[in-house]
């Protein structure tokens, strides 16, 4: 064992940590991974029927809401907008909370950039941007890292600017 090699153990409890004080998730994931999630939620005793049941979790396919929003290879504002500011207001009515937040868990972008389609990651980037100046929302992005040949390309480095926080793991 070397004991000068440099530890790095991290975890995120994001979405749990949100149910639990009562912030509404949407996740707009690949089917796996949205199973998976709802798997780990299940075993770590929380209700996420019930969350499910009182549109606190609303779980979506990522592929399916792509095309409804992608026209021409490009994402389209007004569509995203209609897609997600109703599903943003139901989840945040369902918070009951004095003041509601809602969290986006989304493999959206990571999807188009996993098909070669970093240019409509980059702009639906840039619409969501747009969507958190409108909302009291949180995003999160996933992408396989695997999308990127180098953590140096111009796109990379594009998309890391589109956050306030970019973790590379």
Do not use: W
């Amino acid at each position: 064992m070397n004991r000068n090699a440099t530890f790095r153990h991290e975890v995120q409890f994001y979405i749990r940590n949100a149910l639990k004080s009562h912030t509404a998730v949407i996740v707009l994931a690949t089917k796996s991974h949205r199973e998976s999630l709802v798997q780990r939620l299940s075993g770590e005793d929380f209700d996420i029927d019930f969350a499910m049941q009182h549109g606190m979790y609303i779980s979506l396919d990522a592929v399916e809401m792509l095309s409804t929003i992608i026209v021409n290879g490009i994402p389209d504002r007004l569509r995203f907008f209609e897609g997600l500011c109703g599903l943003i207001e139901s989840a945040g009515k369902a918070s009951k909370t004095e003041h509601p937040r809602v969290a986006i868990c989304g493999e959206c972008v990571g999807v188009l950039c996993a098909e070669g389609n970093v240019k409509a990651a980059i702009q639906l980037e840039e619409v969501g941007n747009d969507l958190a100046q409108s909302y009291d929302v949180e995003i999160m992005c996933a992408y396989p890292l695997s999308s990127f040949h180098e953590e140096s390309t111009e796109a990379y480095k594009h998309i890391c600017a589109q956050h306030t926080t970019a973790y590379s793991i």
